[in-house]
């Protein structure tokens, strides 16, 4: 065996697997640990580095925050350690990320924005028994694999169409707006689709018609103006919009062009829409623009010192997915300080019944997860680009400005 | 020109394409102005395609490059434009001009200090995983010293005409333009410049080329140059309606490579006819094909073009 | 296990006794290899056994591409098409039958190779060679991937899950995770894959197809059936990348249009294989077990950097523009790749 592991060792030199065994921190059920390891993973570089960019940036900013304030005082003022992984944006990196982040000694996991990398990463969670902590990831069907290390903060697809259709209409009653035949334009695949589908039932539950579904491919998408004009030829009164930000601001731009005689246009977990750099990519074209989405909290203080804080750190202004990724360490932050235990098992069943007040988004409530690991307070809030800043306009309690019904007036 | 095949050729085509959207209008059960306005679309959706094309067509036709920095180059002419923009507050269509010989010189460097050790390859499988290593390394590059969130490149001309009762984009007819001056402009350089003389030369026999006198790997640094400046005036032009990424240009990648073998490799006229035939083809399909669908009717068409005619439209019988 | 990473090759050893002496060589160091490989995963750290994984998935992929494109001579850049096919048979057959994978990978395999022949008789019949042939196989890929993206019984653009299964269980190749299992499986398909390379280049119809890659023409002429003899590398290497899918699908648990039928899944399979040196029974080894870990050890590397460089920690996208670098290098200054370039020296 001895001649061997020389053969061996000199073999793995050759491959350059040496190094990486990091220090592992974990003292199962232990008190007193001096720090603890989360570990994150989000799309570093790749088409989405920008939006992972920031997610990073925003975990790293609340593990700084917490251990600034003593750390996780039930471990005796142990502190956080962000281990960053990089998902490059694609499944099978994201899951050789999470295994070398848990083998690493993370004991929760946070990530990762994409849904087919978060399928990925949960099973991996799933296996190793350590939580993983969705910010962001939208499909209803990650939940739906029966496991119990997968929670998730922000609302699945599903909820946010019918949220999204509930908030249109209620809009509508409330500015005496009439809401007839909407005309809806998302991007192809599970996420458009299955957001298109719980608004169309929710819609035409309360009479509203969908009179044309518009789909195309986010591969390659580079003029919005015949799928626009589509959606226009069956006469709408609203455009309703789901996709990511390029494709998004497309459309809002071809419906810029055309000036046509509709009364708003309505964007649902759009990646365009609510972001704030949108307001100055689309100029004119942004104006008035709604978008319902789950949103970080404008009106909450707090949210308003980590965004000040973020800015002068980064250089960047702080979007709701960055926001979410705060929010996901400080769960399980929350886990940790309420079990005092480090012992990734014990922390799910912390998290699992957990009740976070003042959560970050524009909630219904405390941050609780029922049993598929979803957030049962999270809903989404209507936004709109008044004077080229995005602004909450619904519902009223938290609204930052009122909204501005029909949208345009052509 | 009718009395050649290529004339008979782009006669073929213009009629297919006339009769296919006449077909579209009698037929398609779609509101007449909705066809006008995709059929414009198309025209414009078309020059975009063309411009990403003309470099491609000389990179691949005259060097036998399958160039996968194609998007890559694309988008790194787009930053250029961005940073001169945004820096020195000139004219995007100024810096237009002056991105296309920056990009021509990162052009002349690729080819004369890494693909022209390579020339010698029977293969294709050394340039091709160095032009992606080269994609890899510019969007990463780029994403280091821009970072990975969307810019925009504000279009001094922003705003829309009308055409036949159709919406078209300034930004976006000024890239037509542009499309036809650029193809105009390379078709005079092949034909009647010295230059133009030595590339078609070595395009047609390397060998006797350099038996006369011709220094090809000179001649193939100046190919691949003029393919990337004819990328930076693509990519000028494309800045003002696209949102910046580093990604940004990798969907036209493939879509070029349909463009430059449907038209014919090497060929200008072709990749300006395949360009637009495809924006046309994307665009109306659209009205009848949902989500990726009209993208499957390209390829599908590819496919064909490759078994029936794989010279392309504007290649020579071989 | 172990015994299970050698038996295989062994045994083909055995039966392929009166195979030219090359052959037995190679037969022999393969052995050598899949033993010593065997043991890498005690020495290495629990972290860097996803990598090894991976890097063995694109090593059978190398070797299957290899097969066609280096032996065959005709350059595929469609082999996501092959490997997609693979992973979603086997993903399909066991969500909706609940077939097991062992047999998933064998359907698979051949449904792969029926699609590859058909694919590469359509291009050979209209004569593409070159870059003609490689764009074609390239949109044929596309064309998977889209239709998959509107295919209801494959989840469209969601993809198929592999369910967990609550204990481990040969007969469904699932095991827990971090288990050796996961590295062996592959370890031994890509001995077999190796072992049908090497047993295909020696024998007559691998003669045939080398003879009719070096001048069909003559090949031809001297009344060898040149389309039967494109067809089988073709046939086997289309198999062998099959083969990576499904193993894929049931490591990674997930199997969607993009990891299946992706651009970047044709371009795993040509890398390794050039890097090393195409057309070589050890180049897409070679190859992989360089190029594999690569991405990662930069990674690993710029997440702890040494004091002088520390100013580049965090930034993002540098561990893949030096990845690109080295590529470009290797690729320009090994004109035969690693393994041939090597070969050549020592010949010299």
Aim: some cysteine.
């Amino acid at each position: 065996m001895k001649k061997h592991t020389l053969v061996v060792v000199a073999v793995a030199v050759a491959l350059g697997m040496s190094g990486c065994s990091g220090t592992s921190n974990v003292a199962a059920g232990g008190d007193s640990v001096d720090s603890v390891t989360i570990g994150s993973i989000h799309p570093l570089s790749g088409s989405l580095s920008g939006v992972g960019g920031l997610m990073n940036a925003g975990a790293k900013m609340a593990v700084a925050d917490i251990n600034e304030a003593g750390g996780i005082e039930s471990l005796g003022g142990a502190t956080l350690v962000l281990n960053e992984g990089d998902s490059q944006g694609k499944a099978e990196i994201g899951q050789s990320e999470a295994q070398r982040l848990i083998s690493e000694g993370a004991v929760a996991l946070i990530g990762t924005y994409q849904s087919d990398v978060t399928q990925n990463v949960a099973s991996v969670a799933e296996r190793a028994k350590v939580p993983l902590v969705i910010d962001v990831a939208v499909d209803d069907k990650i939940l739906e694999q029966g496991y119990s290390y997968s929670f998730r903060i922000q609302p699945d697809a599903t909820s946010m169409g019918a949220s999204g259709a509930r908030s249109l209409i209620a809009m509508g009653e409330a500015t005496g707006t009439e809401i007839d035949t909407v005309a809806y334009i998302h991007i192809e695949g599970a996420f458009g689709g299955s957001v298109f589908e719980a608004f169309k039932t929710e819609a035409e539950a309360t009479g509203i018609t969908v009179a044309d579904e518009i789909t195309y491919s986010g591969a390659n998408f580079s003029d919005a103006t015949t799928q626009v004009t589509q959606a226009l030829a069956s006469d709408p009164d609203v455009i309703v919009v789901t996709g990511y930000f390029p494709d998004n601001l497309l459309i809002a731009e071809a419906v810029n062009a055309l000036k046509p005689d509709i009364k708003a246009v309505f964007g649902i977990a759009s990646g365009a829409y609510d972001d704030n750099s949108f307001p100055a990519a689309a100029g004119e074209a942004a104006s008035n623009i709604l978008s319902a989405n789950y949103h970080y909290s404008a009106t909450s203080d707090r949210v308003a010192d980590i965004r000040t804080r973020f800015e002068a750190a980064n250089g960047e202004s702080m979007e709701t997915a960055s926001m979410l990724s705060y929010q996901a360490v400080e769960v399980i932050a929350a886990a940790l300080e309420e079990s005092g235990s480090v012992d990734p098992e014990v922390l799910r069943d912390a998290i699992s019944a957990l009740s976070l007040t003042d959560p970050l988004l524009e909630f219904n409530g405390p941050i609780e997860f029922d049993e598929n690991g979803q957030n049962i307070n999270a809903t989404v809030v209507v936004m709109q680009v008044q004077d080229g800043a995005v602004e909450q306009v619904f519902p009223t309690e938290i609204a930052t400005k009122e909204a501005i019904l029909p949208a345009f007036s052509r | 020109m009718l009395t050649t095949e290529r004339g008979r050729i782009v006669l073929g085509l213009f009629a297919i394409t006339v009769l296919g959207i006449a077909a579209v209008y009698l037929f398609g059960g779609k509101d007449s102005n909705l066809v006008t306005q995709t059929v414009v679309t198309g025209l414009l959706l078309g020059g975009v395609y063309v411009l990403v094309s003309l470099g491609l067509t000389l990179i691949f036709g005259v060097l036998g490059i399958v160039n996968f920095a194609q998007g890559a180059m694309l988008a790194m002419a787009m930053y250029l434009v961005y940073f001169m923009v945004s820096s020195a507050g000139i004219n995007p269509y100024l810096a237009v001009v002056l991105s296309a010989p920056i990009m021509f010189g990162f052009g002349w460097l690729v080819q004369s200090t890494l693909m022209n050790r390579l020339i010698t390859d029977v293969g294709h499988s050394r340039p091709l995983l160095v032009t992606l290593g080269l994609s890899l390394l510019i969007s990463n590059t780029l994403l280091m010293i821009f970072g990975g969130r969307p810019l925009n490149v504000p279009s001094p001309y922003a705003g829309s005409v009308q055409i036949l009762g159709a919406i078209a984009d300034v930004p976006r007819i000024i890239a037509f333009v542009g499309a036809v001056i650029v193809a105009g402009g390379l078709i005079v350089i092949l034909r009647k410049s010295p230059l133009g003389l030595a590339i078609r030369a070595v395009a047609a026999n390397g060998t006797g080329a350099s038996l006369v006198g011709v220094n090809v790997k000179r001649i193939y640094a100046m190919t691949f140059g003029l393919g990337a400046a004819s990328v930076g005036v693509a990519g000028g032009l494309l800045a003002p309606f696209t949102s910046l990424v580093p990604s940004a240009g990798d969907q036209f990648t493939t879509l070029a490579f349909v463009i430059v073998v449907l038209g014919g490799l090497g060929s200008v006229p072709g990749a300006l006819v395949g360009g637009i035939f495809i924006g046309l083809l994307q665009t109306v399909g659209s009205l009848f094909l949902p989500g990726s669908g009209p993208l499957l009717l390209v390829f599908g068409m590819f496919v064909l073009v490759l078994f029936l005619r794989p010279q392309g439209l504007f290649g020579a019988n071989k | 296990m172990t015994a299970l990473g050698v038996a295989a090759p062994e045994r083909l050893a055995d039966l392929k006794r009166r195979l030219p002496t090359g052959a037995r060589l190679h037969f022999s160091v393969l052995a050598l290899v899949l033993v010593v490989m065997a043991f890498l995963p005690l020495v290495v750290p629990e972290s860097a056994l996803p990598v090894a994984i991976r890097t063995l998935v694109f090593a059978i992929m190398a070797v299957g591409w290899n097969l066609m494109s280096g032996y065959g001579g005709m350059f595929s850049f469609g082999h996501a098409a092959f490997f997609g096919v693979g992973a979603y048979t086997n993903a399909y057959l066991l969500t909706a039958f609940g077939v097991s994978p062992w047999i998933g990978m064998i359907v698979g395999a051949g449904l792969s190779a029926g699609v590859g022949v058909l694919i590469a008789y359509l291009c050979l019949k209209y004569k593409l060679a070159g870059s003609y042939f490689a764009l074609a196989t390239f949109a044929f890929a596309q064309m998977f991937l889209l239709v998959t993206l509107n295919m209801e019984f494959l989840n469209k653009s969601e993809g198929i899950n592999i369910p967990l299964l609550p204990e481990e269980s040969w007969s469904m190749l699932q095991f827990d995770q971090g288990s050796l299992y996961y590295y062996w499986i592959p370890l031994v398909l890509l001995g077999v894959a190796v072992a049908v390379s090497i047993s295909f280049v020696y024998s007559r119809p691998g003669q045939f197809a080398q003879a009719i890659r070096d001048d069909p023409t003559a090949a031809e002429s001297l009344g060898i059936k040149v389309m039967k003899y494109r067809l089988i590398p073709v046939a086997l290497s289309c198999a062998v990348t099959a083969v990576a899918g499904a193993f894929y699908t049931q490591y990674y648990l997930f199997i969607g249009p993009d990891q299946a039928f992706g651009l970047h899944v044709s371009t795993d399979a040509i890398i390794p294989a050039v890097i090393g040196g195409i057309g070589t029974i050890w180049g897409p080894l070679i190859g992989a077990a360089v190029i594999g870990p690569l991405s990662a050890v930069v990674a690993g590397f710029l997440r702890d950097p040494p004091p002088f460089l520390e100013f580049l920690y965090g930034t993002s996208g540098l561990d893949i523009a030096i990845y690109a670098i080295l590529l470009i290098l290797i690729v320009v200054f090994l004109p035969k790749g690693i393994y041939g370039t090597i070969r050549e020296r020592r010949r010299k």
